[in-house]
């Protein structure tokens, strides 16, 4: 019994020296994997030097472009259509025909209305004859008794209707009043027409011009002479430049500004299209910095500077910002070294390494 007591005494002993050995083996370690931790890498950031610079604002809207000339234009006399010498889209310069009415009856009329007219000349004679003017020129008779000579031979009215019977059959030639291109033609040949209907319409090559709105409070932002990019939404690829040529001084009731510009190489827009509007002015002597400096925390505006291989934290106020930058009119100085790229995740006094 005594021997059995001595053994399991001995067993108690060893067990608690091995377990005494493994703790000190397991706290070593430990010890040792604390140690082993890799320190953090600091975050690769570029920056640039905050200097005064222009800033160009830009101001975005939407609108439309019309042609500068842009005219309907209809047949002056009643008639038949003869010929159609022009299709849409076809160029026409100013004083092309672009259709004819038939001419038959017109001439006609050209010579009925002469005719009248030579035999009113010969009553018109006869009248000044009876008068006692016959073999005098027309300056050394009194005015009063010309008028009366030609009212009672019926010149005045013959020589009417003879320059109207011209005038009419000079007009089954439609012409071009100015350089253009043909638009909205539905005329066809054997149609009858009359002065009220509309034959086309011509798109002035004189250039485009765009129409577009800004808030009033924008207002100041725009002036006369800005530069102005047009793009339209059905190509999104032609990129057209202009000028801002008009500003209407009237707020509608929605609190908007009328504005036109006349666009430069309009030769891919047509009239009446849809555009996207952006309105350029460079304004000197800005603190501009990148959109990808400026972050949200805390739901304010804030900015990194680098300062001795540490990001400092600094709230900003932005003023005007166009697609790529923004203005600085708080928190920022000239000559501080922004963080423009690698701040996403950063806090204040992170350890920062500059890239390059």
Request: aromatic residues 4%.
């Amino acid at each position: 019994m005594k021997k059995i007591v001595l053994c399991l005494i001995a067993v108690l002993i060893i067990s608690t020296l091995t377990a005494c050995n493994n703790r000190k083996v397991a706290n070593d370690s430990t010890a040792e994997g604390v140690n082993a931790l890799p320190q953090a890498e600091p975050n690769e950031v570029t920056t640039i030097i905050l200097r005064l610079q222009p800033f160009e604002h830009e101001l975005i809207s939407n609108g439309k472009v019309e042609a500068i000339q842009l005219t309907d234009i209809h047949f002056e006399t009643d008639g038949i259509v003869e010929k159609v010498l022009v299709r849409n889209g076809d160029h026409v310069a100013q004083g092309q025909v672009i259709a004819e009415l038939d001419k038959f009856k017109l001439h006609n009329a050209v010579v009925q209305a002469q005719n009248t007219f030579e035999q009113a000349k010969l009553d018109l004679q006869d009248v000044l004859i009876g008068q006692g003017y016959g073999n005098k020129p027309e300056t050394e008779i009194p005015s009063d008794v010309m008028q009366l000579a030609r009212t009672r031979s019926g010149y005045s009215q013959s020589l009417a209707a003879y320059e109207l019977a011209l005038s009419n059959e000079a007009n089954a030639s439609l012409k071009a009043p100015f350089s253009g291109t043909i638009a909205n033609l539905q005329l066809k040949r054997f149609n009858k027409v009359s002065p009220s209907d509309i034959v086309c319409t011509i798109v002035g090559s004189q250039g485009m011009e765009a129409t577009f709105s800004v808030l009033e409070n924008e207002l100041p932002l725009v002036h006369r002479g800005d530069k102005v990019v047009i793009t339209p939404y059905a190509d999104i690829t032609a990129v057209h430049e202009g000028i801002v040529t008009e500003i209407n001084p009237i707020v509608d009731a929605n609190g908007m500004v009328q504005v036109k510009a006349q666009v430069r190489g309009s030769e891919r827009l047509f009239s009446g299209m849809n555009i996207k509007v952006s309105v350029r002015r460079e304004m000197p002597g800005q603190l501009v910095v990148p959109k990808s400096s400026v972050v949200l925390r805390q739901g304010r505006q804030v900015v990194f500077t680098l300062q001795d291989d540490q990001a400092m934290w600094n709230y900003v106020q932005t003023g005007l910002e166009n697609a790529d930058t923004f203005t600085i009119l708080e928190g920022l100085k000239e000559g501080d070294e922004v963080i423009v790229t690698g701040n996403v995740n950063l806090a204040h006094e992170s350890k920062v390494r500059k890239n390059g």
